[in-house]
């Protein structure tokens, strides 16, 4: 009776999409096997999962199909995994002494969600306030593309990807809103086409209301090119 209520707990907790650490939970043994070792277990399990929904995967359509997943499951939508795979930390010092907010916003995110493994699509808008220490623009994309490769809970992504900027910038005046739809929200489930999920994370200068302020109205700048 306890283990029954343990796995309706655990399904509660997925269905409603509560993370439950700011880190990505790993195992200690998550990067013993090789990409390539973990491509073909991935591989038979996928095919496993086809044929137990009766699949006919001698069809030339499925054929391929495991191994084009595996693939795509280690090499792409969860590379981010991997630590080895995190963007360099190459910073500038600010020459140009710009001590304003820095706002890159827009910043598409393709995720996944970790508790349906179906994708989130999104934005996301990062901002910072520079001690002196300035990273290339290209890089706040990328630290956002890096946390987003990964079985995600949204919380989660925002936090992780606000620590990791806090680190390479050596300041705790960052901040970071995602906007996303969660795709086992707006096709399966409740079906609600229409909602999205806003989280936010504001460390340093950006929990005073004014600074904040001034970064959500970045946000709303809808700009034409
Ligand atoms: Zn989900």
Do not use: W
Not at 50 to 65: C, K, P, Q, V, Y
Not at 114 to 121: A, C, D, G
Not at 184 to 208: H, P, Q
């Amino acid at each position: 009776m306890k283990f029954e209520n343990e796995i309706e707990n655990l399904d509660s907790v997925g269905d409603n999409h509560i993370g439950t650490s700011s880190e990505t939970p790993m195992r200690k043994d998550a990067f013993k096997l090789s990409d390539k070792e973990k491509i073909e277990i991935i591989k038979d399990d996928v095919r496993h999962i086809m044929e137990t929904l009766g699949l006919d995967l001698t069809d030339d359509s499925l054929n391929g199909t495991p191994n084009r997943v595996a693939k795509m499951f280690v090499n792409e939508i969860f590379s981010g995994l991997n630590p080895k795979l995190k963007p360099s930390a190459s910073t500038f010092q600010n020459k140009y002494k710009y001590g304003e907010m820095l706002v890159e916003k827009n910043i598409t995110v393709y995720s996944t969600c970790e508790h349906h493994l179906l994708p989130i699509v999104g934005k996301a808008h990062v901002a910072y306030i520079s001690n002196g220490t300035v990273v290339g623009l290209s890089k706040m994309n990328r630290i956002v593309d890096y946390f987003a490769k990964r079985p995600q809970v949204q919380e989660r992504l925002t936090i992780q990807i606000v620590k990791e900027l806090q680190n390479v910038l050596n300041t705790p005046d960052v901040a970071c809103v995602i906007d996303a739809k969660h795709l086992c929200v707006n096709s399966r489930g409740i079906r609600d086409i229409e909602s999205s999920t806003v989280t936010s994370e504001f460390g340093g200068l950006f929990k005073e209301k004014s600074v904040r302020r001034e970064f959500l109205d970045y946000i709303k700048l809808d700009t034409k090119f």
